[in-house]
């Protein structure tokens, strides 16, 4: 029942933009995009969220498609300390107990590369 | 402004023997959450609370584990009695309800290895 898909890894050189996709064909309206990072050893990372409009923050920068189908999130020089599992997690808006569960799928993992 | 805090953030023990969690939320935040992660099962949610008082606990795997938040900046997971199948590592997470989504902030986490 998995609401995202992404890729099982990737590989960045350090300094270029890191562009990470992910795919969630299934979202509903009222369901936001959120993505953390988890370096190895440490506590999963909030990076960023959004509903419709693209999104930057101080770490990255998150496009969503028109459709909402699809999102990319982009952090625009990579460097060695990027190197982690990163999760893409749909979420609805608030709606009952249920809605605090965040779902970790497999994530993507990101290699920079000197 | 600290982040979540954990201790211990490593915990070795025997089977059968009592083991307790601890977390520090973050100063502000309504919400605390304990999830576990282990390579078969992912990260899990357990339990959170709201204001301190505990809303779903429809996670946490058995009646050996128990969590309380006494105060809103202090909570308690406990194992009693441990076994070897509770070595994971534990994080505890806290958020500000934000009116129409929250965002969770995670400690460090404490890795527990149960012989």
């Known amino acids: 029942d998995a609401k995202t898909t992404q890729p099982p890894s990737m590989d960045c050189a350090e300094g270029r933009a890191a562009n990470l996709p992910c795919n969630h064909s299934?979202?509903?309206?009222?369901?936001?995009v959120y993505w953390y990072r988890q370096i190895h050893s440490q506590g999963p990372q909030y990076i960023i969220h959004g509903l419709k409009n693209n999104e930057t923050n101080e770490m990255a920068s998150l496009i969503i498609t028109e459709d909402r189908k699809s999102s990319t999130l982009i952090l625009p020089h990579a460097t060695l300390r990027d190197t982690a599992v990163y999760y893409c997690?749909?979420?609805?808006?608030?709606?009952?107990?249920?809605?605090?569960?965040?779902?970790f799928g497999k994530g993507t993992k990101l290699s920079v590369i000197p | 402004d600290a982040g979540v805090i954990q201790s211990p953030r490593h915990e070795v023990t025997e089977m059968g023997q009592e083991v307790t969690l601890r977390c520090k939320p973050i100063s502000g935040h309504d919400y605390l959450f304990w999830y576990r992660q282990t390579m078969m099962r992912g990260l899990e949610l357990l339990i959170y609370?709201?204001?301190?008082?505990?809303?779903?606990d429809s996670g946490m795997p058995e009646d050996r584990f128990s969590a309380k938040m006494p105060n809103a900046s202090f909570s308690t997971l406990k194992i009693q009695p441990s076994e070897p199948r509770d070595s994971a590592v534990y994080f505890c997470a806290s958020s500000l309800w934000e009116g129409r989504w929250e965002t969770q902030y995670f400690g460090p986490g404490t890795r527990l290895l149960v012989l």
């Open positions: 609370f709201n204001n301190n008082v505990p809303i779903d």
């Open positions: 997690i749909v979420r609805p808006e608030y709606s009952g107990a249920g809605s605090y569960q965040l779902t």
């Open positions: 299934t979202i509903s309206g009222n369901e936001y």
